[in-house]
């Protein structure tokens, strides 16, 4: 508070809608504006915009000079109505069908909901044409995950997420039955190949983490609000990586056969990316990428079409692969020639 200036004395439920009638009025206020407002601490504060949002406010946070703001969504509980253009309702069941890895999901079922709301109040005529935009667009899924285990548990991680509450999570690991417990303060959810994955700064570990929402087993919601930093980008978190892993980048250089060479040149794997092609009509693919394992799954799905060039770590491990590989089905067939000359 500024010297000088008399304390206001607000019960908590005077301090809440002093809080609702700042926040409706001016586009954004900080925590210590509303503190030095209502004449309470930044603590006090916290707790307040709590209660406002039990009250049914939906809260956002922004950084403007430096500071973190608060402004309501909307200035009343509900959103106000939306028109959409039948092409707009279009692209809207476009990003539906995309949505299919979302099966078993709180996310799924309000999608659901939602397109329901909108079916509901839209004249006969256009509620039966939307069944034939529904049909536009297929996509086509394979090695969807599985939620079920999750699914329980998203509810509190949506309401985290939107609201900037700390989190304490219980995770399996791949492969494993234990489960660790982490402190989490969800940042953003990424989506890739299918999967749903919580990034967000694990404080027990001290360091950015990704966690694979099917192996989340539990999720409790603490009351403790967090900032996320300033300069918080997340495709930054990714900037280097083929797929999700961030570690060294490398310089990779892979060489195609003409046969896939039309359709890899269509296709931007990484920002920055290189292409030549030489006189056989072999393309050349070179860029700076970190996450080895993705790196050798994207190159053996071309098989004999793709050859490594570079790094030279990289090339052997994608040999030792193959001539693990080409082993394993000669030892297969090995055992099979005995036991068909057995039965000879």
């Known amino acids: 508070m500024q010297k000088g200036k008399p304390a206001k004395k607000y019960s908590q439920a005077g301090r809440l809608h002093s809080i609702i009638r700042l926040l409706e009025a001016r586009r954004g206020m900080s925590l210590d504006d509303l503190a030095q407002e209502c004449g309470v601490d930044r603590r006090t504060i916290h707790r307040d915009l709590n209660a406002v949002e039990e009250a049914g406010y939906t809260l956002t946070s922004e950084w403007q000079d430096g500071k973190k703001v608060y402004g309501f969504l909307t200035k009343s509980r509900n959103i106000p109505p939306i028109t959409f253009t039948l ?3 279009m692209s809207l069941y476009l990003l539906r069908s995309q949505g299919g890895h979302l099966a078993g999901t709180p996310f799924q079922r309000e999608i659901d909901d939602l397109f329901r709301t909108i079916t509901s109040v839209l004249p ?3 509620a039966a044409h939307l069944e ?6 297929l996509p086509i899924l394979h090695g969807a995950r599985d939620y079920s285990a999750a699914a329980a548990h998203v509810e509190g991680l949506q309401r985290a997420l939107l609201h900037q509450y700390r989190i ?3 995770y399996a690991k791949q492969g494993r ?3 660790e417990e982490y402190e989490v303060d969800p940042y953003t959810l990424v989506f890739h190949k299918g999967g749903i994955y919580l990034l967000g700064y694990a404080h027990n570990r001290k360091a950015m983490r990704l966690f694979a929402l099917e192996r989340v087993r539990g999720v409790e919601v603490t009351r403790q609000r967090f900032e996320i930093p300033s300069g918080y980008e997340p495709e930054s978190h990714f900037s280097t990586a083929f797929g999700l892993v961030s570690d060294t980048p490398m310089k990779v250089v892979v060489r195609f056969s003409p046969e896939v060479a039309p359709s890899v040149k269509e296709r931007l794997w990484m920002p920055g990316q290189r292409l030549g092609t030489d006189r056989e009509g072999r393309l050349t693919v070179e860029f700076e990428a970190a996450g080895e394992k993705e790196l050798v799954s994207w190159i053996l799905s071309y098989g004999a079409h793709a050859e490594v060039l570079e790094p030279p770590d990289l090339r052997r ?4 692969q193959v001539r693990e590989m080409r082993e394993f089905y000669r030892s297969k067939e090995r055992k099979q020639d005995k036991v068909d000359k057995r039965h000879v």
């Open 132 to 137: 034939r935009i529904a049909r536009v667009s």
């Open 177 to 179: 039955e234990a489960t």
């Open 168 to 170: 304490r999570l219980i």
């Open 124 to 126: 006969d005529r256009y």
């Open 87 to 89: 092409t707009q309702l």
């Open 317 to 320: 491990e994608v040999k030792r």
